[in-house]
Nanobody, 121 residues
Framework: VQLQASGGGLVQAGGSLRLSCAAS????????MGWYRQAPGKQRKLVAA????????NYADSVKGRFTISRDNAKNTVYLQMNSLKPEDTAVYYC???????????????WGQGTQVTVSS
């Protein structure tokens, strides 16, 4: 499984970024996809997850109303639109495929390199 996350960068508070994660080596359409983040010195946590059809989504409370997860099964890609960014959103962001139940654990699955998001105040 190869996961290539991109779209991170440096942005001012209140700004927006759109992350993308292209997956290969996995049957994308039968897997749920999750976005996770890990800030320095902290554990990796789920940010948002989307079911294989895209009909079900789950968001961490800290990003509800600001972030939107979506997917394009034809392109084997999952997206994370991040609006109204805050300094506390600063982290490395990762994506992960898997069964829906595994989205809520960071103990399972394959991780790519991640993409750095830095939000300045």
């Amino acid at each position: 499984v190869q996961l290539q996350a991109s779209g991170g960068g440096l942005v001012q508070a209140g700004g927006s970024l759109r992350l993308s994660c292209a997956a290969s080596g996995v049957i994308f359409s039968i897997n749920a996809m999750g976005w996770y983040r890990q800030a320095p010195g902290k554990q990796r946590k789920l940010v948002a997850a989307i079911s294989r059809s895209g009909s079900t989504k789950n968001y961490a409370d800290s990003v509800k109303g600001r972030f939107t997860i979506s997917r394009d099964n034809a392109k084997n890609t999952v997206y994370l639109q991040m609006n109204s960014l805050k300094p506390e959103d600063t982290a490395v962001y990762y994506c992960k495929p898997g069964p829906w139940a595994t989205m809520f654990s960071t103990d399972f699955g394959s991780w790519g390199q991640g993409t750095q998001v830095t939000v300045s105040s």
